[in-house]
């Protein structure tokens, strides 16, 4: 047992094992200073919020507040650990700016009122635009961070009862490209992979993915893995220098854009090696042969030209995937943010599928989730799916949840698949759409190329509604504010990306008159008469636990079944994997055992699309694949990033994270530990660029693309040449000036980004664009990067090293 800082040392303490092993546990315990563990008066239970992995913990209570968390040891995904931002994270919920009371815009001012003239506002509106313009004028768009409760019954009230199709979560930027490459690999969503698989495996392929800040517990259990006996081999496919790519066995930086050249230069390389399990081919899959026949010329000499990656490098990774005996890839937004986002991420599945490496321990595939709770919004229909992974395409799908609805199935919109969010705005901006209800999500900050989104958003003829539980810059722009209750005060579940389901229990009250979000949703629905075709209330419950039972009942013998959980089931031990029902009491470690998937055309949730077109396939069309109950091999051309470098633009600018941040840190930049270890923008640029311009740390440079400019500080970074990297956090509610750059000038990454998106899951591009670079006044300091992370400076001794020192002290207790 001892203490340490955790903003120092993010991933801790090293407890070393073996493959096979198990991972050893390790408690991180933080409450807030000068308390110790006999001042708390209660422990509740719950997950981690700010990122995907959910790490289990308890939250510390004393007087009604939340005075800190400790990781829960019994639970099968963390075995105790907790990341800095969650270690730090809670005391967001106790700023003294949250939203505590409704507001409403008169006279062009937001001014607090009360929730009955709130909502009266809200369900006024709506129901005057239903009755003018009809449902297709009205539009949710929510998030990946409140509770499958919540997105149940969102989607229930958008799809069953208002009967619009445009309904969609900010997932669409964050892990859409997952659902959309595990329905064209395996027809449904469902992540085949466990996180054990770390356990076992003796390769581990990252792509595109910088678990390292980003779900940093997996790190640590990854490093644990490459402390003890038998370690891993690692394979990195990113541009910059992540901890992920220092600790790897061959790290391959492509050029933005560039992933699928790279992805089939590595297949090509697997099959004429002749890497192959024929047998699980020819029992489990189809489509081998299409792929042979377009990788056939996309040798590592092609690729290396087309990435500027070496080509041994190249060969070097096609022989560790090829020689593997247990196999774990993970994928993330190098991948999914990116013009062709599902066609590289269906690659990765295919390496698992031709090398027979599926559905065994250690043979994992993570189509990585991103935010907390993105897998239910998935699951519950809340974002351009529909509920229980239910195929819109499929007249009985749509008429079994009719049934459990108790609606008429044309009461539910299935002309199309659900409207995504890049068209919602686009509709937004034609005047079709005139009400858009956001939850849990800062599109003014998060959506690409914010000068047209401010404007979209800022519209008279729009009526916005933005539930949150900050001022942030997308609710200072709302006609309604609605505050919200969030994590440790309300009750609900969600679910990681590895499946695993986990309930997180009120601890205290909400703040002033904030309100759990599925009690707004709920008053809303009753204020706008829903009902069902038997006049009956059309959402039948009216707590947490009643959704949950709603739920179960639309899962039921669905791929994600959740008949066979509880509550009380879930309070006590271990978080629990679905599928859970009568034939899996437990939980299900692994789906995809003995390759057998969910393709069938009866029961898929998805006939596939042309991945070049986003087009989706005829029912006939999959049926002529014959894909009954086999995975299907889906190739893909390469094609070139839509931006490419110009002589005015002669750099690829790519966006992403910072481990000490969360988003657009309406939560971490109100924690000093972690705002002070990120405490501003950055841009990193490698040393071969820095050195031929004659630039160093800390110089105030320019980034600008067509569509905006942002002055940032340089980090001299281990990225690769001719490339840049903007964190994307830093928006405007904690600069001078409010909600929107000042004088044309941005610190937001998203003033640069494009409006495109991927074909086939309608991802955003937030991680290349054309952008030039120029100085606009030499360093007075260094830049405020941190030095513990990816945006490591090359240089020693330019920085000082970022640390938290003793108000950052964390408890570790290790139990060997
Ligand atoms: N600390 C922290 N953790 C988080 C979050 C957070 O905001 N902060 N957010 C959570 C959410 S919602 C998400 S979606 C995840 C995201 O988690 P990640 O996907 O791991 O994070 P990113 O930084 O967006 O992108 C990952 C890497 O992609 C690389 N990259 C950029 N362009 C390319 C490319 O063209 N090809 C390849 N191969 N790589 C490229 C970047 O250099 C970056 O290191 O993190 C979750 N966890
Ligand atoms: N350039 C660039 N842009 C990106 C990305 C990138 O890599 N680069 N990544 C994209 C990705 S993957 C993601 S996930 C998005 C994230 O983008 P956003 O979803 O816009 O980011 P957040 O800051 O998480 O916004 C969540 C909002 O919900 C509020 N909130 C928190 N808890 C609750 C709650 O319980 N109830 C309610 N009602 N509100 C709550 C928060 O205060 C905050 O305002 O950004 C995307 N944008
Ligand atoms: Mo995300």
Same mark, same amino acid.
């Given at each position: 047992m001892g203490t340490i800082d955790r903003i120092a040392e993010?991933?801790?303490?090293r407890t070393p094992y073996a493959r096979g092993a198990s991972w050893p546990v390790r408690v991180d315990t933080r409450l807030d200073e000068g308390l110790s563990e006999a001042d708390v008066d209660t422990w509740v239970q719950s997950a981690t919020t700010l990122h995907s992995n959910g790490d289990a913990l308890d939250i510390a209570v004393k007087d009604g507040r939340i005075v800190g968390v400790r990781g829960r040891a019994?639970?099968?995904?963390?075995?105790?650990r907790l990341g800095p931002k969650d270690l730090y994270g809670y005391q967001a919920n106790n700023s003294p700016d949250r939203l505590t009371v409704p507001l409403i815009r008169r006279d062009g001012k937001l001014v607090e009122t009360d929730w009955d003239t709130a909502m009266t506002a809200v369900a006024g509106r709506t129901k005057e635009l239903l009755a003018e313009r009809g449902p297709s004028s009205i539009g949710f768009y929510t998030t990946g961070q409140l509770f499958l409760e919540e997105y149940y019954t969102l989607a229930l009230i958008g799809?069953?009862?208002?009967?619009?199709?445009h309904l969609d979560g900010n997932t669409r930027l964050c892990t859409a490209t997952a659902a959309a490459a595990l329905k064209e690999s395996f027809a449904s969503d469902g992540? !085949?992979?466990?996180?054990?698989?770390i356990d076992e495996a003796d390769v581990i392929a990252l792509y595109g993915h910088n678990v390292a800040e980003t779900q940093s517990v997996l790190w640590s259990r990854i490093l644990d893995r490459l402390a003890g006996p038998n370690p891993p081999k690692l394979i990195c496919v990113d541009p910059r220098r992540t901890p992920v790519a220092a600790a790897a066995t061959v790290h391959l930086a492509p050029k933005p854009g560039t992933n699928v050249a790279l992805m089939n230069a590595l297949l090509h390389e697997i099959i004429a090696n002749d890497w192959v399990d024929h047998e699980y081919v020819d029992a489990h899959t189809v489509g081998f042969d299409e792929l042979d026949k377009q990788v056939a010329d996309c040798d590592p000499e092609w690729a290396a030209g087309i990435c500027d990656v070496p080509v041994e490098d190249l060969r070097a990774a096609a022989r560790i995937l090829g020689e593997a005996e247990r196999l774990v890839s993970t994928v993330l937004q190098g991948f999914?943010?990116?013009?062709q986002a599902t066609a590289a991420a269906v690659q990765v599945n295919n390496v698992h599928l031709i090398r027979g490496m599926l559905g065994e321990p250690g043979c994992g595939i993570l189509q990585m989730n991103g935010q907390p709770t993105a897998q239910n919004t998935r699951e519950c229909g809340a974002d351009g799916d529909l509920p229980g992974f239910r195929n819109w395409a499929n007249d009985q799908h749509i008429e079994d949840l009719a049934r459990v609805w108790n609606?008429? !199935?044309?009461?539910?919109?299935?002309?199309?698949e659900p409207t995504h969010l890049m068209q919602m705005m686009r509709y937004v901006e034609d005047g079709s759409i005139r009400f858009l209800y956001v939850s849990g999500t800062n599109p003014a900050v998060s959506l690409p190329e914010l000068g047209r989104i401010r404007e979209i958003l800022a519209q008279e003829r729009l009526f916005l509604v933005v539930q949150d539980i900050f001022l942030s810059e997308t609710a200072q722009l709302a006609d309604v504010v609605l505050p919200a209750a969030t994590w440790g005060e309300k009750t609900g579940t969600f679910t990681n990306a590895d499946r695993t389901v986990h309930l997180s229990e009120k601890a205290v009250d909400p703040p002033g008159q904030a309100r759990p979000d599925l009690d707004i949703f709920i008053d809303y629905a009753q204020r706008l008469g829903l009902s069902d075709k038997d006049g009956e209330p059309l959402v039948k419950w009216s707590d947490p636990e009643g959704a949950f039972e709603g739920w179960k009942a639309c899962s039921a013998g669905r791929p994600c079944d959740y008949s066979g959980l509880t509550y009380d089931k879930l309070r006590g031990g271990s978080g629990i994997q679905w599928p859970c029902n009568e034939k899996h009491p437990a939980g299900t470690e692994r789906i995809y055992r003995n390759g057998e998937f969910w393709s069938s055309p009866e029961y898929c949730e998805s006939y596939g699309k042309d991945l070049v077109t986003g087009a989706p396939l005829e029912p006939v069309e999959y049926k002529a694949m014959n894909p009954d109950g086999r995975a299907v091999i889906k190739a893909a051309e390469y094609v070139p990033p839509h931006e490419p470098p110009t002589d005015e633009y002669p750099y690829l600018l790519t966006t992403g994270r910072t481990l000490y941040h969360f988003h657009t840190r309406t939560k971490t930049g109100r924690v000093p530990q972690l705002q002070n270890a990120a405490p501003d923008v950055w841009v990193e640029m490698s040393a071969y660029d820095a050195e031929r311009h004659g630039w160093g740390e800390g110089d105030l440079l320019r980034v600008s693309t067509t569509r905006g400019n942002v002055e940032a500080r340089l980090r001299v970074s281990g990225i690769r040449r001719s490339t840049l990297f903007l964190p994307f956090h830093y928006g405007y509610w904690d600069a001078p000036g409010g909600h929107a750059p000042a004088g044309g000038v941005g610190r937001a990454a998203n003033e640069l980004t494009i409006t495109d998106w991927d074909p086939s899951s309608k991802q955003p591009l937030f991680k290349s664009a054309a952008a030039r670079v120029e100085r606009i006044s030499v360093a007075d300091g260094p830049s405020p990067a941190p030095t513990t992370t990816g945006s490591k400076p090359v240089a020693s001794g330019v920085a000082p090293d970022t640390r938290g020192g003793a108000a950052a002290a964390v408890l570790e207790e290790v139990v060997r």
């Open positions: 993010p991933w801790g303490t019994v639970d099968r995904v963390n075995h105790g799809h069953g009862g208002i009967g619009t199709n992540q !085949p992979g466990s996180y054990t698989d999914y943010q990116s013009h609606v008429e !199935p044309t009461q539910i919109p299935h002309y199309s």
